[in-house]
């Protein structure tokens, strides 16, 4: 197919855009973004000519001939633009968090129905060897039923990296924090919003759908005029309590050195227990037999698994094909633990799910 990249909010489009170059048979249509200074990067890297470079959205629709669109907006505006594309006629990649709010969400699941077009939400960590493997061992009956998942996962904050993880030294990040949307809780900031929905999306995925009882959330910032970069939720379940932290500012980035703690997933199951930390070449199991705990080396794996560009590219005329994460039904349980989570947060009390 050919990807119109929509918005460069979001610094994984540089990421997106060079799936979408690194992949056979995909080609950038354009890119747009209302202010072209944004694109510059991209434009450089991809050699993208001028009539392919769009500061306005509907003539981008109109000339680029795109199949599908790749939305990297601010978090508030991804129901806005991605209901633009579908009704353009696109099939959309939306990259994580799903929405800013259930809503939002909801919005934009209508307008891929209406339009007959595939949404597809991109999480990353739903790529990762050792989590693709953790869920294959889940499903396999290795630790029996999941009764707990304990998520911990962020990085030295956004600003601190572009494109490709080029890394951005602490002064420069600090001096545009109060510039950045990432920072702004109009615009969908903080560490919560950015990042507790790996965890709750993902951690749905391993509990099969299953959805909490009660949601209870507390965050560091105190300063309602500016936004949390430590979160930590707790999800009562029928089955127990699971735990979701989310953090801007771990000692170092988990995809050079991992932090201590450690970013990823523990899962705690009737017979057993996996821990899957980002990035490793193996998962950590215990069972009932084998008590203590063995690695496993992780999966390797193949075609059309390995990146969403791939994979949408394979599936997106059949979307009860897309891998499971990065279904609507999957991040739209994820996306309305996250909403509670912030309402929790911000009433200082535990939320009912339902």
Known sequence: MRYLGLCFDHMHMGDLLRLVADTPGCSIAGIYDPDIHKMTAAIETHSI?????????????????????????????????????????????????????????????????????????????????????????????????????????????PLRHLADKIEVSEQDAAAMKRASWWYDPARGGGSLLDYLGYGTTLGTWFLSGREPLTVTAITDNVDATFVDEHAIVVCR???????????????????????????????????????????EDHVMIQTMDHPVPTPVAVDTLTAPMRNIIE???????????????????????????????????AAGRTLNYV
């Open 237 to 279: 379940y029928a089955s127990g309590l699971s735990k979701f932290e989310t953090r801007w500012g771990t000692f170092t980035d988990p995809w050079t050195i991992q932090p201590q703690p450690k970013c990823g997933f523990v899962v705690v199951g009737t017979s057993g227990t996996i821990s899957s930390y980002d990035y």
């Open 311 to 345: 994979h949408f590219d394979a599936t997106a005329a059949s979307p009860e094909s897309l891998h499971a994460p990065l279904t609507p039904r999957i991040c739209r349980i994820g996306q309305k633990i996250v909403d509670l989570a912030a309402a929790s947060a």
């Open 49 to 157: 000519p001028a009539n392919r470079v769009f500061t306005d959205l509907q003539t981008a629709f109109a000339q680029a001939g795109a199949d599908a669109a790749i939305v990297c907006s601010t978090t508030a505006e991804h129901a806005n633009v991605t209901a633009a594309a579908f009704d353009a006629g696109l099939h959309v990649i939306c990259e994580k968090p799903f929405a800013a709010n259930v809503a939002d969400a909801d919005r934009m699941i209508e307008a891929s129905k209406l339009a007959g077009r595939t949404l597809a939400v991109n999480w990353p960590l739903a790529w990762y060897p050792p989590h693709i493997t953790t869920k294959r061992l889940i499903d396999e009956g290795t630790i029996g039923d999941v009764l707990e998942v304990h998520f911990y996962d962020g990085n030295r904050g």
